[in-house]
């Protein structure tokens, strides 16, 4: 150990220590003289003045004459004391700005040190956000690396897309070819089925009526030929000969030999969807005045989705509705309400049309997925399926054939379909969207877009006729007695057409009422008296057909647009379907 050089260092240290407060010191002195030179160098002047003043006044410097220069020293005096006074304010007047100027500095100071903090947030700010902006840059890629794999994923589903969608209409190319071809084949056998059964009927009705029938005057029983000369020869009372003329003869009909329901008999029915039941008879309903509905009997929620379509059966106990949600459901009407009792399903889209056949047994509906479909009231499953439209069908009809049906579709064609075959055995092109169709014992009458009408042959599916209309075309219904025509149109209007004399037209309009929709349904009571339509408004309007004018309105039941309206055939009921899944029972009851 040194003590020497320890005390040496300690004593450096020490020097050091004094010149750095000696250097603050000097440091403050210059600063604070600074701020003070004026001051400083006022008061020097007004202590050198003192002193001047002193000095004049001491005894030493009084002259020996003071008589003489006693003005001169008081005139002095009074200056130099003006002098003081002004000095003195004016250094009032500088340490004024002097502690002024310090409360500035000491804002600006307190201002730059804000500054100063901001400014540290601001960086650190600014270095979090370049911080944010790299990690999003490094997310943007990742991103767009993702999004150009979905996108050439896309690119390769729709090239897929397209290969199967012509794949798919390559595939319904074929198939509707080789119906076509079936049908061709099946209707050159019925063809030739159908001339050979014609040869034989007529070769039958040939034979007949060269035969000879003998009649006893005495007796309605006929014999042959043969017997009629054994009676002759035994000597009996004269005879009459007759001869059959024609196949009405009640000859021809009771004949052991041959019998028309023998000749129906011989049909091979193979997979045919008629039954013995469909060719029996069947009860149809007449209703001589039908009732205005003034309240309703129930209100419920029918469907899952809107509902585009309702129809009573011909014998009005029954109600079926279609809907958005795919599926017909089937409701009893008993003593003024509605009980469920069947859901048809099947169909993979919306319902937009459903009808009875005259016998209640089955229903068709037409559906959004380009087809119709056929049930039978005891299965849910749809007995056939009726394929070959390129768009929705708006409408299915039966037609009076129990074995055909008509469809119309937003495809512009109409096609009359065999339901034994469940093949399209007529088509017709059409230049507008057919929104509705119906059907009388030998014509199809068809609603389009382009404000037209059409009548069509029913055995050639031929357009014979075209009726104006006021507007677009969203229902059509033929009255009891098919003799007169009901369309609604887009432009607020009912149109009643005389099918005798198609210049003889009403139109019916209301106010508040309003079509709403390209598919509302419009129909005729049963009498034929009245007129009944939904309104975008939810209310039900109905027009006196003898008076022109409505004859009453139901509101307060839909809260939106109603889509279509039905009136049972016996006229006691009426009900109405809207987009909200809502349907209302009326009557008067």
């Not at 193979?270 to 209703?287: N, Q």
């Not at 056939?384 to 929705?392: C, D």
């Not at 509101?555 to 809207?578: K, N, R």
Request: aromatic share 6%; net charge positive.
């Amino acid at each position: 150990m040194d003590p020497g050089g320890a005390s040496r260092r300690s004593g450096g240290s020490a020097e050091r220590w004094r010149d750095h407060i000696l250097r603050q010191l000097q440091h403050r002195d210059r600063v604070q003289s600074a701020m003070f030179q004026d001051l400083i160098r006022f008061y020097t002047r007004l202590l050198e003045k003192t002193c001047l003043t002193k000095g004049l006044l001491s005894p030493a410097h009084r002259p020996p004459s003071g008589a003489s220069n006693r003005p001169s020293l008081q005139q002095q005096n009074s200056n130099l004391k003006t002098t003081t006074g002004e000095l003195a304010y004016k250094v009032l007047e500088l340490q004024q700005q002097i502690r002024i100027k310090e409360r500035v500095l000491q804002e600006q100071r307190t201002r730059l040190q804000a500054e100063e903090r901001r400014l540290a947030v601001a960086v650190d700010a600014k270095r979090t956000l370049r911080e944010q902006v790299e990690r999003v840059g490094e997310e943007n890629k990742t991103l767009k690396t993702a999004y150009d794999a979905l996108l050439q994923r896309q690119r390769e589903a729709e090239s897929n897309l397209r290969a199967e969608k012509e794949k798919e209409e390559r595939i319904l190319e074929d198939m509707m070819q080789q119906k076509k071809q079936a049908a061709a084949r099946m209707n050159h056998r019925n063809e030739r089925r159908s001339r050979a059964r014609q040869a034989t009927v007529q070769k039958e009705l040939q034979t007949a009526a060269r035969s000879k029938v003998v009649v006893d005057s005495s007796s309605s029983d006929a014999t042959s030929p043969q017997d009629g000369d054994q009676d002759k020869s035994a000597g009996r009372g004269p005879t009459r000969l007759f001869r059959s003329a024609s196949a009405t003869s009640p000859r021809f009909f009771f004949s052991s030999r041959f019998s028309i329901r023998e000749m129906f008999d011989r049909k091979k029915r193979g997979h045919s969807v008629r039954s013995l039941e469909e060719d029996l008879p069947y009860p149809v309903g007449i209703c001589l005045s039908a009732r205005v509905p003034a309240r309703p009997l129930q209100v419920l929620e029918a469907h899952e989705q809107g509902i585009n379509a309702a129809r009573f059966s011909f014998g009005s106990d029954l109600l079926a509705t279609g809907g958005t949600d795919r599926v017909i459901k089937l409701w009893d009407v008993r003593a003024g309400s509605l009980t469920h009792r069947a859901t048809l399903d099947g169909s993979t889209e919306g319902i937009t049309c459903v009808e009875f056949d005259p016998t209640g047994r089955r229903i068709l509906g037409a559906s959004h997925n380009k087809s119709a479909l056929l049930w039978y009231l005891d299965d849910s499953v749809p007995k056939v399926t009726l394929t070959g439209h390129s768009r929705k069908v708006t409408a299915a009809r039966f037609t009076c054939a129990p074995h055909q049906v008509v469809t119309g579709s937003t495809d512009r064609t109409v096609r009359l379909w065999d339901l034994t075959r469940a093949a399209c055995v007529q088509q017709s092109e059409v230049a507008s969207f057919c929104s509705d169709l119906v059907c009388s014992e030998s014509s199809i009458i068809s609603g389009h877009f382009d404000c037209k009408i059409r009548v069509w042959d029913l055995r050639t599916v031929s357009c014979v006729q075209e009726l104006p209309s006021p507007g677009r075309v969203t229902s059509l219904d033929l009255s009891s007695d098919r003799r007169q025509l009901l369309s609604c149109c887009r432009d607020d209007c009912l149109q009643l057409l005389d099918l005798r004399w198609s210049n003889d037209r009403m139109c019916f309009r209301a106010d508040g009422f309003k079509c709403g929709g390209d598919s509302n349904k419009a129909v005729i009571s049963p009498d034929g008296c009245y007129l009944a339509a939904g309104s975008a408004d939810g209310a039900v309007y109905i027009w006196n057909v003898s008076k022109g004018n409505l004859e009453t309105r139901l509101p307060d039941q839909h809260s939106s647009s109603i889509t279509a309206v039905s009136w049972s055939l016996s006229g006691e009921y009426v009900v109405s379907v809207d987009r909200s899944r809502r349907a209302v029972l009326w009557s008067d009851i």
